[in-house]
């Protein structure tokens, strides 16, 4: 079975019966894949330089409860009486939503957590697609039923090797690789890997209930609600407002894309298995590096080269193998 004709098959199991839609309509949850990939990719650098510029990981991830103001926005333009009347006499549609906005908190804070603590941006996506993948994989298969294959094995044991060697730091980089122990790392990426893994499945689920649109607006609403109410209780220290007024735009910037990125992110994840959505998103891979360069945070030689082409190697399998 060729490559294009095993990726319509394996979307087709994804969808029931009642939900089925033509075989074209699944290039658009393609489109939205790489859309939410590149935006959060945006938002994921914006916050990294913040870091970088003396923001702390929990301010940095607070910022995102200011797209509370643009969800309120789509929800006052796309919901219903109808759909929210569906939401109230649902309660295992709010159980969803509930589990849905308890766990993105906890897995976006982690993300925040480690994102600047490892020197390099290329090393850190590819520690989350080396613990990603595995996860969602077997998730993806005996959740949603998903076809793994050789290929899949592969990417990761490619990702294994790039994250060993990790690219070699530029001489002005001269933090250490690593911020904390390496299996502590992996552990707290493992961690926020099977939160984020159970809060796709969960929210497939709830897309099995809901339309994209109006699964955004409830899923926006209340999960930066819960962003907004509990980050209050911890307030920045006065350091941290004068970055952050220096550096305002880009401080502005991780809400605004996090909320664009959502998007495109809810039909994708009503279109495509979980697996396959993840694997499109490691295109991104050229924005990190891109950014390494820029950045100053590596510099090319063998070891860096070789430790690009593991990783691309490592990615470029996982895409295949969807």
Known sequence: MGKGRRLVYQVVLQTSASSRKPIGMYSFGILFALAQALGFKAQELTERRLQEHGVSAFRAFALQRYALIPALIWTAVFVRKDDVYLVIHSPILIGYLLFIAIAWNLQSFISSYLLNRISSMTGFSTLQH??????????????????????????????????????????????????????????????????????????????????????????????????????????????????????????????????????????????????????????????????DFTHRRIRFNLRTASFILLALLGMGLAVYAA
């Open 130 to 291: 080396m613990v990603y993948l595995p996860i969602l994989l077997i998730i993806g298969t005996f959740f949603n039923h998903d076809t793994p294959n050789m290929y899949s094995l592969l990417a990761v044991l490619s990702l294994v090797a790039a994250f060993a060697i990790q690219p070699a730091p530029h001489e002005e980089n001269t933090r250490p690789r690593f911020a904390l122990p390496v299996a502590a790392i992996v552990g707290i990426a493992l961690l926020g890997t099977l939160i984020n893994g159970a809060n796709s499945g969960i929210s497939r689920n709830a897309l099995q209930m809901l339309r994209p649109e109006d699964f955004l607006a409830f899923f926006s609403v209340i999960t930066i609600a819960l962003c907004w109410a509990w980050t209050l209780f911890f307030p920045g220290t006065p350091e941290e407002a004068r970055i952050l007024k220096k550096y305002r735009w880009q401080a502005m910037a991780v809400p605004l894309i996090w909320f664009a990125a959502s998007i495109p992110e809810s039909w994708a994840y009503a279109e495509l298995p979980i697996y396959i959505v993840v694997s499109i998103g490691a295109i991104t891979f050229a924005f990190d590096t891109i950014s």
